[in-house]
């Protein structure tokens, strides 16, 4: 018993034990129709620490002030603790340079500043941007947006019926027009982690760019992304245990510097007439406007968090947890799971008997369980397998064993009303 | 198990989803409108066949969760029939009583069969799970040809 708690909390005692999550997210201990939440909907935002949800109010309480402006302390203080916050970032995902962390409002926003700025910069009628058939809509739209605008074609790499990429097909649609290639690193509906590694380094085979949709890895497991090689790497604060309102786009130095500002306004400027505006240095080029300071700040304590944890640790436990949901939820007679892909992150998408997934979620929210139902903001991949929608559970470092055996308790209920 | 839970998934409910009744394309539709709720993928078509306002005949296609699917189908049951009046004011009353709920200002019992989806009131996301079909209806009544989204 002792080697199993060293074994996973080191010299934290029963570190990964419900006790301590719900003295760690004061959410987690609400009730929910009468009974204790089971928070199964990570995919779609995790919940957040008392840790963070303090750094937040601290920063509001005793140091708030616009950034990069006054000489008065105040600024001076909120300066130092927004570029603490990026510091933190550049360290927790192995970036080479501090000066290639932007701040964003989340993914969507960072992708769509790679599309607007590298892609309007960059690709021309004609040229083709591969994505997957498993992207969230975030990864397709921003780049049919600008096919539209400048004439370029969007290709699509397939899937297996696991919901597996299939690398060869996808090799064979580089091609000498590819501009760019635009991937998730985990599927957030069925949460296949695509073998990115590789995928970088076929697309680099053919001096393609590569972009990571980091949204769903980024809570789940260790990121390095000059390990990863990639060219971009966008992600959410609020999917890793910080606010809502905060991401971060990772670009290569050498794209950056080369690409035109996404927006135009105050801090991204050197200096300002009417006849020609200097445009800042990296990365304030990109942050026009006041940033959410208290979210990055916010954003950089859940890192805090999450490093303590260990990301190693993090990941075992969720594989472990994945494996447990998984035995458990294939032992149930009609339920059928939509993804199988060999590597998978906690996530995972079912279908139950002919049980339309609405009326799985709203029966298991009366049951205190939290499942996201429907197309998950992937309406292509839903259609690649021939469904409207799916149940999902998304598991986070928080969720445990109890978490599943009140799942599977609840997809009885669903079954008895439904005899 | 919740009585609300219950009362939202009655047997009849469970029944016409099952077996949605007038589940089937109308040849002889003179309107069809096709209606979507975004959020959930419910997703309908109305055939709608009229004579001298009145509603001859009315069926309908798609896929959808228990609720939405139930609906339509006792839906078409209740304003075979009807005049178009007829069916706008059972539409008003049905959606008092799916969002204000029993103490409401229409009671249970003014509205017959339909009175078996009550419990969505209980439910406010369902409420448009619920009202789809009679959305689609009323455009098709008004004879209105673009699709019909809830959001």
Known sequence: ?419 | MSSDLRDLYQEVVIDHSRRPRNFRKLDSADRTVEGFNPLCGDKLVLYLKLKDRQIEDVSFEGSGCAISKASASMMTSAVKGKSTEEAKELFRQFHTLITEGPEGSVKREQLGKLAALGGVSEFPARVKCASLAWHTLRAALEGKEEAVSTE
Not at chain 1, 393 to 415: H, I, M, P
Request: aromatic content about 6%; overall charge negative; charged content about 20%.
């Open chain 1, 1 to 419: 018993m002792r080697a199993t708690v060293e074994a996973l909390g080191g010299s934290k005692p029963g570190a990964f034990s419900r006790e301590r999550w719900q003295a760690d997210f004061p959410i987690l201990r609400q009730r929910i129709n009468g009974k204790p939440l089971v928070y199964l909907d990570n995919a779609a935002t995790s919940q957040k620490p008392t840790c963070v949800i303090e750094a937040i109010s601290n920063f509001y309480a005793t140091c708030n002030a616009n950034v990069h402006r006054g000489v008065h302390a105040l600024s001076e203080q909120a300066t130092e603790q927004f570029e603490l916050a990026r510091e933190k970032v550049r360290r927790f995902i192995n970036a080479p340079k501090v000066e290639e962390i932007v701040f964003v409002r989340g993914t969507t926003e960072a992708i769509n500043l790679v599309a607007q700025s590298f892609g309007r910069s960059r690709i021309r009628a004609g040229d083709e941007i591969l994505l997957s058939s498993l992207e969230h809509h975030s990864n397709i739209v921003p780049w049919q947006l600008l096919c539209e605008s400048v004439g370029a074609v969007l290709k699509v790499a397939p899937i297996n019926e696991a919901g597996e990429l299939v690398l060869d097909e996808l090799e064979g649609l580089l091609g000498p027009k590819t501009r760019l290639v635009a991937l998730a690193h985990v599927s957030n509906a069925l949460g296949t982690v695509n073998p990115v590694r590789q995928l970088v380094a076929m697309a680099h085979a053919q001096h393609v760019p590569v972009l990571l949709d980091g949204a769903q890895a980024i809570p789940h497991m260790p990121v390095d992304v000059a390990a990863l090689d990639c060219d971009f790497y966008a992600f959410s604060g609020h999917k890793m245990f910080g606010p809502m309102g905060i991401g971060v786009l990772y670009g290569k130095r050498e794209h950056l510097q080369s690409m035109p500002p996404y927006q135009g306004g105050g801090d991204m400027i050197l200096s300002v007439t009417f006849e020609k505006t200097v445009y800042n240095r990296l990365p304030y080029k990109f942050e026009a406007g006041t940033p959410d300071v208290a979210g990055a700040v916010g954003l950089g304590r859940a890192i805090d968090y999450l490093s303590e944890l260990g990301m190693e640790r993090v990941a075992s436990h969720e594989r472990e947890l994945l494996g447990y949901a998984t035995r458990a939820l294939t032992g149930i007679p009609g339920l059928r799971l939509i993804g199988t892909a060999r590597e998978k992150a906690s996530v995972i998408s079912f279908l139950l008997d002919d049980i339309h997934p609405h009326d799985v979620g709203t029966i298991l929210d009366q049951e205190g369980i939290a499942v996201r139902t429907g197309h998950h903001c992937a309406q292509p991949l839903m259609e690649r397998f021939g469904l409207d929608a799916t149940a999902r559970a998304s598991f986070a470092f928080y969720n445990t064993r109890e978490d599943v055996d009140r799942l599977v308790d609840g997809l009885a209920k669903v079954k008895e009303l439904f005899r």
